[in-house]
């Protein structure tokens, strides 16, 4: 299956810093003392960690022993991992759980929330010595947690747009829904409803061994407008990964993003370079071709991503459903529904693209 648009590599989740004695993979292990919550480890963790997510990297900086300062190598880097976190996991959302641990000489604050681009709960743990300095610090996705679906103010949502499917021909889909299952789009607040969709032919979603993009079957495949709508972003210079590659930088890659009026936006991503066919301020009718399907972003193999949220801006704002119109899902005609993973769904013959 496709990589979700903001999937990203743990490994650049962790602080170069594992606690004092410790390795990253027990850094959590409990001990006698875990239950004991300690005030001034509880005090100096929540003030590091309001500090980290301000981004008052130079404050945490000025903080930290000698040791933890070698370890990262400069102020500079510390800011540098500041943005990588920020720019990976989005923002801390809610805080979950807030536990401490005494061992000889350290008092150490684990941190457990949820932030807005990851499905997982994220740990955060500062270690302090006596004197108040920071010995440990790491960043990371709580072992053995389980995503969840976000919570939505949206769920009772009825779509305003007459949508229609962005595309001819069937289509399976690889993720969808509103549970955590059969979408993983779920467990962020801004894809709540989300869709990543592609083209499956005899149990494979491409010819031979995959290797090439021009082996997958939605590669450059027309994506259409699914309804009227005004253009109001662009991007069609972001070049198509290699299969086996990724590029979180840009997560969307070459994308449109439609204003369908009554608050709702559309978000139609991983388009193929050059492929765009509308530009800014465009008024576009459904139907209407956007681009062809492509390969650019955050993206593991060729497919569409489709979203609607409540916000013009990428990235802002919280996801809403996406009722279609007028389409077949397993070959049973659906007037009105929303389609969900492992479906193959293709619009009903009043709803094909001129």
Known sequence: MPTHILSTSLAVLLAALALPGQSRSDATAP????????PAAMQA?????????????????????????????????MAQFHEKVIADLGGEVAVLDESTRL??????????????????????????DDDGKVAGFLVQP??????????????????????????????????????????????FPGQRFA?????????????????????????????????????????????DQAIGTRNPNA????????????????????????????????????????????????TSEPHLHFHLQDAPVFGEGDGLPAFFEHYTADGRAVERGEPVGGQVIAPAPQATAR
Not at 49 to 54: A, G
Request: hydrophobic share 35%; net charge neutral.
């Open 31 to 38: 001990t006698a003392d875990t239950a004991r919550q300690d």
């Open 195 to 239: 869709y990543d969709i592609l083209k499956v032919v005899d149990g494979s979603t491409h010819r031979g061994d995959g290797t090439s993009l021009e082996d997958y079957y939605c590669w450059n495949e027309r994506i259409i407008a699914p309804a009227g709508g005004t253009v109001l972003e662009v991007v069609d210079d972001v070049p």
């Open 45 to 77: 963790g929540r003030e590091l960690s309001q500090l980290f997510l301000q981004g008052n990297t130079a404050a945490v900086w000025a903080r930290m022993t000698p040791a933890m300062q070698e370890s990262i190598g400069s102020a500079a880097a």
């Open 103 to 128: 061992q000889p000489g350290i008092r150490v604050y684990m941190r457990t929330s949820r932030w807005s681009r990851l499905p997982t709960p994220i740990l955060m743990q500062w270690a302090v």
């Open 142 to 187: 709580k072992p053995g947690a389980k995503p969840e679906a976000a919570p939505s103010p949206h769920l009772d949502y009825r779509t305003k747009a007459h949508l229609r499917l962005p595309f001819e021909g069937e289509w399976h889909v690889a993720w969808g829904g509103r549970d955590i299952e059969r979408n993983y789009h779920a467990a």
């Open 251 to 298: 997560p969307a890659g070459n994308h449109v993003m439609l204003d369908l009026g009554n608050g709702e936006y559309a978000l139609l991503a991983h388009l193929r370079q050059g492929s765009v066919a509308v530009r800014k301020g465009q008024q576009v009718a459904a139907g209407d071709e956007l681009g062809r399907c492509g390969n650019s972003g955050n």
